[in-house]
T-cell receptor
Framework: EAEVAQSPRYKITEKSQAVAFWCDPI?????LYWYRQILGQGPELLVQ????????DSQLPKDRFSAERLKGVDSTLKIQPAELGDSAMYLC???????????FGPGTRLLVL | SQQGEEDPQALSIQEGENATMNCSYK?????LQWYRQNSGRGLVHLIL???NEREKHSGRLRVTLDTSKKSSSLLITASRAADTASYFC???????????WGAGTKLIIKP
């Protein structure tokens, strides 16, 4: 069964450093999502792509976060510089189209020291 | 802001019992979805119910939707230890039909 791949699974960094997360969605899925999930809370959407275009990044802290999906397939989420409050689980999901079932990767757990 | 609110926040039952979780939301929706998340892992889709549906089944899961009350429930029958997880409801109430998530119900099944 096809799965969403994410790497790394865990990342420990010091504040002010740069970090990058990678996501490879299920083949053929046009819509890709990056979420941030703080322990004990539901996921919060950071950015949504339709193919290579950003559909919504209204909750993305653009002064330090950036996301790209250059060829409309895999995607990278970057944080520079990382802050203590960025410690969270970063989840990637994909779907055939928006409004439909989302398939999640295992997530990247980030700890900023 | 959260659209969905799950109730209860936590639920602990004996293996074999039924577990019921509720979700309330605020605005009109096209569909509502339930997901499960095991500790420290990604989310797994359970059921999608559309606004014109009232009930849906999948194995030991039963989901109901009452659009007049803006609420949904998830029933897990004959619970197993493997059902221990957090359960989230999500509605497509975002500006581009993004999913808006609740804070989840943490379910613990005691052996």
């Amino acid at each position: 069964e096809a799965e969403v791949a994410q790497s790394p699974r865990y990342k420990i960094t010091e504040k002010s450093q740069a970090v990058a997360f990678w996501c490879d969605p299920i083949s053929g899925h046009a819509t890709l999502y990056w979420y941030r999930q703080i322990l004990g809370q539901g996921p919060e959407l950071l950015v949504q792509f339709q193919d290579e275009s950003v559909v919504d990044d209204s909750q993305l802290p653009k002064d330090r976060f950036s996301a790209e999906r250059l060829k409309g397939v895999d995607s990278t989420l970057k944080i520079q510089p990382a802050e203590l409050g960025d410690s969270a689980m970063y989840l990637c999901a994909s779907s055939l189209e928006s409004q439909e079932t989302q398939y999640f990767g295992p997530g990247t757990r980030l700890l900023v020291l | 802001s959260q659209q969905g609110e799950e109730d209860p926040q936590a639920l602990s039952i004996q293996e074999g019992e039924n577990a019921t979780m509720n979700c309330s939301y605020k605005t009109s929706i096209n569909n509502l979805q339930w997901y499960r998340q095991n500790s420290g892992r990604g989310l797994v889709h359970l059921i999608l119910i559309r606004s014109n549906e009232r009930e849906k089944h999948s194995g030991r899961l039963r989901v109901t939707l009452d659009t007049s009350k803006k609420s949904s429930s998830l029933l897990i029958t004959a619970s197993r230890a493997a059902d221990t997880a957090s359960y989230f409801c999500a509605t497509d109430a975002g500006s581009n039909y993004q999913l808006i998530w609740g804070a989840g119900t943490k379910l613990i099944i005691k052996p």
